[in-house]
C-alpha cells in the first residue's frame, strides 16, 4: 500500500527510489520504454516546471520520441513509440482528468510521477482526479539528492540502500523507505500553514520551510 489508504475505487501506487537523481530518470525512461513495448502508454508527470524542463531535456538528449502535452497541443496518436510528458499546467488543469480518461479508454496507461509532491494532502487530491480511470497504473520515482530527502536526511535510507547491496542504477521499492518518506512529508505538512507554489522543488521548501535550508 502507499502513502494514502484510498477507498477500492482509487488508484493505487507504487514507489521507486534511487540514490541519485541520474539513475532515477534513466528508470524512468527504461520503465517507459518497456512499457511502450508492452503496447501500453507511458505518460510522465513532473511536478514542478524545472523537472519538466529535466525529463524534457533528459529525454531529448538520449534521443528519446517525446511529446509534451499541455491541454492544447494536439495528441500524435499515429506514433505509438513516443513517451508522453503531460506539463504541469496541464496537470493543473481541470481537463486532465479526462484526457487521461480518454487515453485509458484506449489502452492501457501507466502514470510515472517524477517524485512526491511535498504536500500529501496535495498529491492526494492530484491522484484522486484519476479516480475514474480504471485501466491505469501509478508509480513515484524519487531519488535521494532530491530536497525533499535532503530537508530531513537519507542517512538511514542510503545505509539501509547500501545493507541490502543495491547497486546504483537499482531502485528499492522497501516498504522501510516508504515509511521513511511518509514521515517526512507529514512533517512538512504539519509545518506548512499556506502552499506558496513553485517552478521547482528546491525552490519551495525555500519558499515554505526556510529553516530546513
Known amino acids: 500500500m502507499g502513502l494514502f489508504s484510498f477507498a477500492s475505487n482509487q488508484p493505487q501506487y507504487s514507489d521507486k527510489v534511487w540514490k541519485s537523481s541520474d539513475f532515477c530518470l534513466k528508470g524512468m525512461m527504461t520503465d517507459a520504454l518497456r ?6 502508454i507511458p505518460v510522465l508527470i513532473p511536478q514542478f516546471k524545472e523537472s519538466e524542463n529535466i525529463i524534457c531535456e533528459f529525454l531529448s538528449t538520449k534521443e528519446v520520441p517525446h511529446q509534451l502535452l499541455d491541454g492544447e497541443t494536439y495528441l500524435d496518436e499515429q506514433d505509438s513509440n513516443k513517451v508522453y510528458v503531460l506539463s504541469v499546467a496541464f496537470l493543473k488543469s481541470i481537463t486532465v482528468s479526462k484526457f487521461i480518461l480518454f487515453l485509458a479508454n484506449k489502452n492501457s496507461v501507466h502514470l510515472l510521477f517524477h517524485g512526491h509532491y511535498p504536500l500529501p494532502s496535495k498529491e492526494k487530491k492530484i491522484i484522486e482526479k484519476f479516480a475514474a480511470s480504471k485501466n491505469l497504473t501509478i508509480t513515484f520515482y524519487s531519488s535521494l539528492d532530491q530536497p525533499s530527502f535532503e530537508a530531513f536526511g537519507t542517512t538511514n535510507i542510503i545505509s539501509l540502500m547500501n545493507t541490502l547491496g543495491m547497486k546504483d542504477d537499482e531502485a528499492i521499492e522497501h516498504n522501510l523507505v516508504k515509511k521513511a518518506m511518509e514521515r517526512a512529508r ?7 500553514k499556506f502552499d506558496h507554489e513553485s517552478d521547482s522543488e528546491k525552490e519551495w521548501f525555500r519558499k515554505n520551510l526556510p529553516n530546513t535550508n
Do not use: F, H, R
Not at 512499457?35 to 501500453?40: A, C, H, N, R
Not at 507529514?186 to 506548512?192: G, L, N, Q, T, W
Open 35 to 40: 512499457l511502450i513495448t508492452e503496447g501500453k
Open 186 to 192: 507529514e512533517k512538512v505538512e504539519a509545518s506548512v
